[in-house]
Every structure is written in C-alpha cells, then in structure tokens.
C-alpha cells in the first residue's frame, strides 16, 4: 500500500501539473476584493455627496423663528446696565465671528466660509426681539448653539446690545 498522502500528492500533480487552479482561484478572489473595494468607494463618494447636499440645503434655507416665539416682547428695556451687560456677553461670546461693530468681520469669520451675519443687515435689523431671542439659544451651523449658556436675561442683554450696534 502507499501512503495516502503521496496518492493524493500525485493524483493532484497529475491532473494539475501547474497548479494552475489555484492560481485561478486565487486570483478570482483578488477580483472579487477589488470588485467591493471599488463599490465601497463609489457608495462612499455617493453618500459624501449626499450629505454635502443636504448641508448646503440648510444653509440656504431661511431661518425663521415659530410665529408666537417671534411675537414674544422683551422684558427688558435697553437701558445702561442692560446694554453693559450686553456688551460684556457680546464681546465674550460673539465677537470672534461677528466683529466689534457687528460687520460680521470678527478674527474667527474668515475661516467659517460662510459669513456671519452683519447685525446691521436689514435682514436682522428688521427682525422682532423675540425672533432673535430664538435663535440664539437655537443657533445655524456654524453659528454654534447657546443653548441654556445664556440666561435668558443674558440674551434679552445681549438683543439689546445688537441693537445698539445695528444703529451705529
Ligand atoms: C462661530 C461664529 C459665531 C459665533 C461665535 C456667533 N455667531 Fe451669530 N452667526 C454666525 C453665522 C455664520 C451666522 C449666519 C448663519 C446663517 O444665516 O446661516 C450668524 C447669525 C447670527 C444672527 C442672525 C440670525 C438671522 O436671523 O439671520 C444673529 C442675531 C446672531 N448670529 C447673533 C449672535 C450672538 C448674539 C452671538 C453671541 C452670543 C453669536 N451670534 C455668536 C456665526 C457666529
């Protein structure tokens, strides 16, 4: 009897004498990993680009508060101490993105590609308190959101200094 092992050694170099099976097999499995190479980068280019779209979408949308949010009144008139305080939120937290005079040239703007808001455009001047109360706590990528880091006498504070500056 021969041993098992050289029976099969021979009958493979028999049939096969080049191995060439295995290099076929072997190289259909490198086409089939490059074949969902290929389809993972396409779906990625895909899906990047519907993000890019969506983002963009955002962007151009108009930013409206809800009706009664943009009708609520200001509790807190813009007298001095209001209009310090204010100033101290805005020079802190605002500054960086919409400028000093509010002009929307802040050393931070440059690199948002999008520019902030000048806080003296008719689109924000014509703008109730209410309406602006809302949207600060809310925020629009990249203005970041405020959330509860403002008070809300913070933000009635800080919608009475932009008024101040819008009028300069
Ligand atoms: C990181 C930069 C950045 C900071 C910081 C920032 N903003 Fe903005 N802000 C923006 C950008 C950008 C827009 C324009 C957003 C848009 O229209 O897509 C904007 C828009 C606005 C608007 C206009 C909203 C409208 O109706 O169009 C107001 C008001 C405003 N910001 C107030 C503030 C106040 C108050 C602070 C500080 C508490 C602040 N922002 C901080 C970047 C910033």
Known sequence: ?????????NSRID??????SEFFAERNMI?????????????????????VAVSEEQSKEKWTAPGAE???????AA?????????R????RCVACHGRTGNG????AADLGIHPAKLSDPAVRGETDGELFWKIPVGKKPMPNYGTRLS?????????????????
């Not at 074949?35 to 990625?44: A, D, F, P, Q, S």
């Not at 939120?89 to 802190?92: H, M």
């Not at 040239?105 to 931070?108: L, T, V």
């Open 15 to 20: 049939s096969d004498p080049y191995h060439a």
């Open 70 to 76: 943009a009708r609520k009144k200001s509790p807190v």
């Open 89 to 92: 939120i805005y020079v802190k």
């Open 79 to 87: 007298n001095e101490s209001s209009l310090a305080a204010g100033q």
């Open 31 to 51: 086409t089939a990993w490059h074949h969902h190479l290929k389809l993972l980068g396409i779906l990625t280019v895909l899906l990047g680009s519907a993000l």
């Open 105 to 108: 040239d802040g050393p931070d």
């Open 1 to 9: 009897m021969l041993p098992s092992t050289w029976l099969s050694g």
């Open 152 to 168: 809300p006498t913070d933000r009635w504070n800080v919608i009475n200094y932009l008024r101040s500056l819008a009028r300069r």
